[in-house]
Nanobody
């Protein structure tokens, strides 16, 4: 049974930082591309960042490029999202997702490519 458990969300002032983590179990983590997505109130869920199984390839949404950093630790089966210079518009539920398909050196931004999802963690940025 695959489980993805996010942590690290919370309330932060604009300009602050948060680090989200996602602990994975029940899958070959070191062979899975991982992604972070978010859903703001009243909006569709959207792509934030993704990382290939080796960590050698990363991809970011334009809105977070240069502000957020995705990383992974295959020894600990975790993927993290460091979020800096947070803005009120970053307020959302953040979801971790795993793509168990074979994508050497690549990670997708498409939600439909991801097989497993966490329950989400709330991030609230106050102005």
């Amino acid at each position: 049974q695959v489980q993805l458990v996010e942590s690290g969300g919370g309330l932060v002032q604009a300009g602050g930082s948060l680090r989200l983590s996602c602990a994975a179990s029940g899958l070959s983590f070191s062979r899975a591309a991982m992604g972070w997505f978010r859903q703001a109130p009243g909006k569709e869920r959207e792509f934030v960042a993704a990382i290939s199984w080796s960590g050698g390839f990363t991809k970011y949404a334009d809105a977070v490029k240069g502000l957020f950093t995705i990383s992974r630790d295959n020894a600990k089966n975790t993927v993290s999202l460091q979020m800096n210079s947070l803005k009120p518009e970053d307020t959302a539920v953040y979801y971790c997702a795993a793509d168990a398909g074979v994508h050497l050196g690549y990670a997708s931004r498409l939600q439909t490519d991801y097989d497993y999802w966490g329950q989400g963690t709330q991030v609230t940025v106050s102005s």
